[in-house]
């Protein structure tokens, strides 16, 4: 048997060079000046859009406690897997879902192609900008909306299309790309949970192919560390070439209950970190605060109108009640967004 | 913007320390033996179980190119994603699936609570030990049997009975657990590629909670690394603790154009190297070799009736007959199992 995986021989090997270099180390201040080399070891806070508080030494308490070698609550590198919901949690999700935001633009510029949907629901109230009538067509109406828009082309041709997307649009109250709309405090955190060795992921009800083009550049978070909600993709030859084509047929949905079920289909081990905002992300906290190690569970809560938005048990976009009510019982950290975050955004003074 | 991902920065960091590293050992050596510190230098065979001739030639030039920084193939570390079929790729599939091993093992097992299998089929015929009665049951039978076998409890439930398996279970020709029944040069393959960067993949027509709770022992690969077929699973709460239930129903073929759908899905980029043995990976060789940049196809041909098997065009378990007519032509790699490998099993003399 082959029994060392050659990633704990990485590992091994790092350890090794680590101490040599430590070692060596004590040879090379007899020679160098140590202020240089030790400059680097100066203690930084890591979350410094996070006011201090009981929010920020909660999550700095449990990271300490799973990287500390020896004691009770250590956590192996490779069991730090850690899952963020995205709408809501790590961007706005205000005034409406950026994917939707994203669906209504791609309307609008294929009209022209599309005479017939000057007579057809969800289509013709939106392209007159008639939004009461676009939620008057209901479910039905979305879906027919996403399929348009979405699917009827392949995976790569959808990835220039969202890319591009990206690229031009702005958000309509604060007049940037969308990129640009996510909450800074969160993307520490995952900078800080990365550093401490942790894998992120992101698990979303958005769709899976509308975030890979961007979550690497937005979050650092890689294609492949992404799981979304999606739609039937099949293979085909165009002439001689192979490519993926995206059908108008919902294939998954990661929302709700199908969170936990994306995390075990996609990451194939119970996550020891979670967060999200609405009740949405109930059974995916409810899944993950439930592994028999240590665990922690987060809500960010829109407290913030100023900011950015209020909002929880009346809304219809990232309505958050159940899983507000439960926070407390089961050990959930509540985000009070206005009062735990310094800055939301980058750009905010 | 915060566009600097941490993984990025890592790696920055990790540079410098090497540099430094660097620096220290040549101050260093005035004080320690550099015999003791350049030993890790020293060049080594990675591929001991290939033969020398052209087909490792042709893995090793490959992989020398897309790392060669500056040269015209180099790929960034990022996109060196390489995946592996598992059955007849990386373990033996003869005389039966491994898995298929299994369901029949868990029948035996599970007889005694199933009184009414005396009398239905295809389990009738199994356990009467009359493969030929299992067979002419056809796929609705097999389907039956792994219904009955791999859903019906929670996927920790499953993990265990898996686990279990391996543990005790041996291959009917080798008299050795599964685990050990795999092939060794492609384990070899596996860490050489690793350890130029890549990252691995499986892409198998296999049960996926069938492969992840044994990947990483056998292969070094994690469970979030391993893509393949599975059953729907839903969440559930038992009392008040959550458990995701594995169901009598399939979810996703992950075999022939499922390949290609399942790299898709999972990966959310196009690799660069495919390995496969069978007709069934076809679709995920041309797709894989349909990339812009450098690419490698590599087909495992059994040839080798002494030390495992052979067989290809007329087998019913792992047909190999377009992949092969068509791989000289798409320059795709055929590994004479017989002739390249010098060893097959780690127990081989």
């Known amino acids: 048997m082959h029994s060392r995986s ?5 590992k091994r090997r790092e350890r090794s060079r680590s101490r040599l270099a430590g070692f060596l180390l004590l040879l090379a201040t007899a020679f160098v000046s140590s202020t240089v080399l030790l400059a680097a070891d100066a203690p930084a806070d890591q979350l410094p859009s996070w006011n201090d508080g009981e929010a920020k030494s909660a999550i700095v308490d449990f990271v300490t406690r799973v990287t500390s070698e020896g004691g009770a609550d250590f956590v192996a590198e490779v069991d730090r897997i850690a899952v963020f919901d995205n709408d809501g949690t790590l961007w706005t ?3 409406a879902y950026f994917q939707a935001m994203f669906a209504a633009d791609r309307v609008k510029a294929m009209a022209p192609e599309h005479p017939e949907w000057k007579d057809k629901e969800p289509f013709a109230s939106l392209l007159k900008g008639d939004m009461a009538g676009v939620a008057a067509s209901g479910e039905k109406g979305i879906v027919d909306m996403v399929m348009a828009t979405h699917a009827g082309m392949t995976t790569d041709a959808f990835t220039k299309i969202v890319t591009d997307w990206f690229a031009t649009a702005k958000h309509p109250r604060f007049n940037r790309p969308y990129n640009e709309i996510t909450f800074l405090p969160m993307r520490e955190l995952l900078d ?3 550093e401490n060795g942790f894998k992120t992921y992101i698990v ?7 975030m ?3 979550t690497e550049q937005m979050y650092g978070i890689p ?3 992404v799981v979304g909600s999606s739609i039937v993709t099949k293979y085909a030859l165009e002439g001689d070439t192979p490519v993926l084509t995206r059908e ?3 294939d998954f949905i990661d929302d709700g209950p199908g969170k936990p079920v994306g995390i075990n289909t996609f990451i194939g081990r119970r ?3 979670a967060a999200g905002n609405s009740d949405g992300d109930y059974e995916m906290l409810r899944w993950v605060t439930a592994g028999s190690g240590p665990h922690f569970g987060l809500i960010v809560h829109h407290t913030d109108a100023d900011r950015e938005w209020a909002y929880d048990r009346q809304s219809h976009v990232g309505k958050l009640d159940k899983a507000m009510n439960e926070a407390e019982q089961r050990n959930w950290l509540l985000v009070d967004m206005k009062n735990d975050w310094r800055k939301i955004y980058a750009f905010d003074k």
């Open 271 to 273: 996550p020891i970190f």
């Open 212 to 214: 890979r083009p961007m």
């Open 6 to 10: 050659i990633p704990d021989e990485e």
């Open 248 to 250: 108008p047929k919902i």
């Open 204 to 210: 979303s009800g958005g769709g899976i192919e509308f």
């Open 93 to 95: 999700e205000q005034p």
């Open 223 to 225: 294609p492949e560390q």
């Open 192 to 194: 800080y949970l990365r």
